[in-house]
């Protein structure tokens, strides 16, 4: 790698080569500098930090160092591809997958976090304590990674502007004692100064974050954190809620299924400065204002109270829109309504207990589900979730699959058919991984 030069490709014959890399010079447009372990080659760390730089069928591993990381997206490393790559901390406590080196210049550090890379169809496991894969800079795209088997890591920690987290599966986050962290699907904050605007997070698996949250998502005061949109993603057996405080974050076509088990209560919850203390994160936060929730599929979420609904938001927050899910309890039952606040002549249904009414909304009632128990949630004919949604098509136009939503847009991440005519697709496996500890998994 020290002698490559732009359009050189290094190849790496099979065996343990115990080296941390980095670049020394970067590749140039159509001219690449790669390195290819071919698929038998095992490096122990690599950092990105000169641009146009692809890094392909590597095995990561060896990295003990809490705090250290497998792969390294370092100052500079602008245009880098980490592609079909297996990264396996093997349990060593507190050490990154993949991590970003934070800008000196808050909030963004112009020019200085790695943008514009690409991280393709790779493995990361067995992390301990930490995140999984820590990203910043700005238009950065992590597409159809497998994440797996986490002992109370954040799947994703998210800072930067214009980011995509597209398509990937996460499963298997456990709570592991004395840690110091807990599990979490995708975490930001302010703390570090660091902001986070503009991000999209989309067609998602997440199944099994045991004892952690959803998300995590605090400003605290930095006004750069702010407008995500999660759409067609599904949410399987996460703990607890989802817990936002900071403004326009958007829910839209996104699938619940038996969420925020554990302590009961809503599967999303928006804070506001009434709440600070308790609900809505930490005081000083931006508060969720300008959050939206529509289109989506909350199923058997909270706990048995059959008044309980699904999501929730604090007092005094403004512009905030819900409306067009389907909310269902444990065998498909209704949310209880309060018949003394039932809008006259409204076919709705309440999605929480007296306090947010749907107009458009679906209470109860069998989805029609191809198979619930297998976790494939795609629309059979005749459900009642077809072409009653919203049409955000000046938003996006596609669902989990690529398939385009065309017309009266149906309910949860699965669009019924390739518009009229279509055919049904089939979706890939999901990974299922009942709740375990300790690590070796």
């Not at 936060?285 to 300008?290: I, M, R």
């Not at 606040?341 to 458009?360: D, F, Y």
């Amino acid at each position: 790698m020290n002698a490559a030069q732009p359009g050189d490709v290094v190849l790496l014959s099979a065996g343990v080569y115990d080296e941390s890399v980095k670049t020394v010079r970067g590749g140039e447009p159509g001219r690449r500098i790669v390195l290819d372990g071919q698929g038998v080659a095992t490096l122990r760390q690599f950092t990105f930090q000169h641009p146009w730089v692809t890094v392909q069928n590597v095995r990561f591993t060896g990295v003990t160092q809490a705090y250290s990381r497998l792969v390294y997206f370092g100052h500079g490393g602008h245009f880098g591809v980490l592609s079909n790559c297996v990264l396996d901390v093997a349990g060593a406590p507190k050490v990154y997958g993949i991590e970003w080196q934070a800008p000196r210049v808050k909030p963004f550090g112009e020019g200085e976090a790695a943008s514009h890379c690409l991280v393709i169809s790779n493995e990361i496991r067995n992390v301990i304590g930490i995140t999984m894969a820590s990203i910043m800079g700005d238009s950065n795209r992590v597409v159809g990674n497998f994440l797996h088997d986490g002992g109370a890591v954040d799947f994703f920690r998210l800072f930067g502007r214009g980011n995509y987290l597209g398509q990937n599966v996460c499963s298997n986050n456990y709570v592991v004692e004395g840690v110091g962290n807990h599990p979490d699907f995708i975490q930001t904050f302010g703390n570090n100064g660091d902001g986070s605007l503009g991000q999209v997070i989309e067609g998602n698996r997440v199944v099994g974050v045991w004892g952690g949250q959803l998300t995590q998502l605090e400003g605290n005061l930095v006004p750069e954190i702010r407008d995500w949109t999660f759409r067609n993603n599904v949410f399987v057996d996460v703990a607890l809620q989802a817990s936002c405080t900071i403004p326009e974050v958007k829910y839209f076509n996104n699938v619940f299924y038996r969420c925020n088990k554990t302590n009961g209560g809503h599967a999303l919850y928006f804070g506001s400065r009434y709440y600070s203390g308790t609900y809505g994160g930490r005081s000083g936060t931006n508060y969720a204002h300008g959050c939206q929730v529509i289109n989506n599929v909350f199923l058997d979420c909270g706990d048995g109270r059959a008044a309980v609904g699904w999501y929730g938001f604090g007092q005094e927050l403004t512009n905030v829109v819900a409306d067009y899910n389907y909310v269902g309890k444990a065998g498909y039952g209704p949310v209880e309504e309060d018949p003394l606040r039932r809008p006259v002549g409204n076919p709705g249904g309440w999605a929480t207990w007296g306090k947010w009414w749907e107009p458009h909304g679906i209470n109860g009632g069998d989805p029609g589900f191809v198979d619930v128990e297998k976790l494939d949630f795609r629309l059979r004919e005749g459900s009642p979730l077809i072409g009653r949604g919203l049409n955000l098509g000046t938003l996006f136009g596609t669902d989990i699959l690529g398939t385009s939503r065309t017309g009266a847009w149906d309910i949860g991440a699965y669009a019924n058919r390739a518009g009229p005519g279509g055919r049904l697709v089939v979706p890939p496996r999901i990974r299922y991984v009942g709740p375990v500890s300790g690590a070796g998994l």
